[in-house]
């Protein structure tokens, strides 16, 4: 089945430095979403990304769909302690009988140290 | 109101005990989902549900049981626990099967099995 591989694995940084996480697929994706998951707590959705080379931006949040549509990224300018948690790409398997099927990546763990 | 709710939120069992997770929504959502969260966080799709019908079923044991008794419910039963059962085990639910909407994740059940 299709795979998304997110790197890197884990992401330690101090306060007030920048954050990329990077999403890549061996197949062209229809969309890819990002989801945000606290410590113990449960994923939610940030956003969905659906044209090729779109950009969209939630304040520090800059969230970029490549224009082969195989690779997408998450990047957090001047992080804070509440940006801590793991970032999740997840992409929708297509065709066959995966419709409605989301692959989640392997996620980013982020650590932010004051 | 909680969008999507779970119980328990713990649960800590002994092998070869036989569980329950109960999960509801209140967002008027067709479809709901079961995912599996292991120590390193990786979330993986087990069932999913339209409308009381099963469209996704991954490669699960036969020991996982869901059940909908409707829309708004999705329960899952386990048999004979084993000790990699353990994990949280998220409920979720969509507008739609398609995998272009969000979704909606629920608080999470840690499951230990001992």
């Known amino acids: 089945g299709q795979q998304v591989m997110q790197i890197p694995q884990y992401q330690h940084v101090q306060e007030g430095e920048d954050f990329t996480t990077y999403c890549n697929s061996s197949?062209?994706?229809?969309?890819i979403q990002w989801y945000k998951q606290r410590p113990g707590g449960h994923p939610v959705f940030l956003i969905q990304?659906?044209?090729?080379?779109e950009v969209k931006k939630q304040k520090r949040l800059t969230f970029q769909f490549g224009e082969a549509k195989k690779n997408s990224s998450l990047h957090i300018t001047a992080t804070q302690t509440t940006d801590v948690g793991t970032y999740f790409c997840?992409?929708?398997?297509?065709?066959?009988?995966?419709?409605?099927?989301?692959?989640f990546g392997q996620g980013t763990i982020l650590t932010v140290h004051p | 109101d909680t969008a999507v709710s779970q119980t328990p939120k713990y649960l800590v069992t002994q092998m070869g005990n036989d569980k329950s997770i109960k999960c509801e929504q209140n967002?008027?959502?067709?479809?709901m989902y079961w995912y599996k969260q292991d120590s390193k966080k990786f979330l993986k799709i087990m069932f999913s549900?339209?409308?009381?019908?099963?469209?996704i079923n991954e490669t699960v044991p036969n020991r996982f049981s869901p059940k909908s008794p409707d829309k708004a419910h999705l329960n899952l039963h386990i048999n004979s626990l084993e000790l990699g059962d353990s994990a949280v085990y998220f409920c979720?639910?969509?507008?739609?099967?398609?995998?272009?909407?969000?979704?909606?994740f629920g608080p999470g059940t840690r499951l230990t099995v001992t």
């Open positions: 990304l659906v044209k090729s080379g």
């Open positions: 197949t062209t994706l229809s969309n």
């Open positions: 979720a639910s969509s507008q739609w099967p398609d995998p272009s909407y969000e979704q909606y």
């Open positions: 997840a992409a929708p398997e297509t065709g066959g009988t995966s419709y409605g099927k989301l692959t």
């Open positions: 967002l008027g959502h067709d479809t």
């Open positions: 549900y339209n409308n009381k019908e099963l469209i």
